[in-house]
């Protein structure tokens, strides 16, 4: 281990900042597929709300239409030295259906889906694995959830 | 326009920028696909030689079996309030075949690929696409580069 590499952190602590970061996070990056195998990549706003995350897209961008069709996703918080990736299932929410949700998610994203031209859809993803980790050191232990379930308590 | 938020880059400006990221930066996101149409995500180490950007991973990784499938990757240098994105074409270089770049990559990276267990290859990307924005005053003309060609002079 290099001298200057902080020790590896715990399960627990893993999770403390995960949940940390999914509260004071603004962006995340989202991976996404195309049926025929083309992958896709953009920085998204998204709102935490304790046990899910949201994303609003144009129903018809990359990542609107491969997400609607894989209905799972893989994000990513970042910098590339404080990794958090998460996977999950994926629920899509018109826009309009659900004004308790697209106002939190206007009050976190700092635009508000409602008021884009163009159809627009939330994307809700439900923790399924995360991953966590910061240097090498850490990449042993780096599943804090798998099947949806905390490896550690709270 | 928010008031804290700077003035929009110019193209000039921007290739200035995304070059000197390129220098910079130790990791960036790398996206990929199956045939099957689902999605990766992991943070990687780069060398940029100037012209090419090369990632090192194992061959049976998903990324690995991903990319040499695809022969085309679309990978992302962040924060999220700093995107370079970055697509093109992938040359696949058996670890072991071209010691200079080796060299150059264990260098930048920390880690030797010739070092590692098991079969072992770089992935070399040549940018066909750049976009570079901050926030979304920039979102117009984020592409600096297209079809291989910078939109500006030097």
Known sequence: MEPDVAPARSAADRRVDVLAKLESDVDLWVASASANGDAHLVPLSFLWDGARLTIAVSASSVTGRNLTRQRWA???????????????????????????????????????????????????????TIQAWREVNELDGRHVMIDGEWLTGP
Do not use: C, Q
């Open 74 to 128: 893989r994000v990513a918080l970042g910098p590339t030295r404080d990794v958090v990736i998460i996977e999950g299932p994926v629920e899509v929410i018109p826009v309009g259906d659900d004004d308790e949700l697209a106002a939190a998610h206007a009050a976190k994203a700092g635009f508000d889906a409602r008021e884009t031209s163009g159809r627009w859809i939330f994307l809700r993803v439900t923790p399924r």
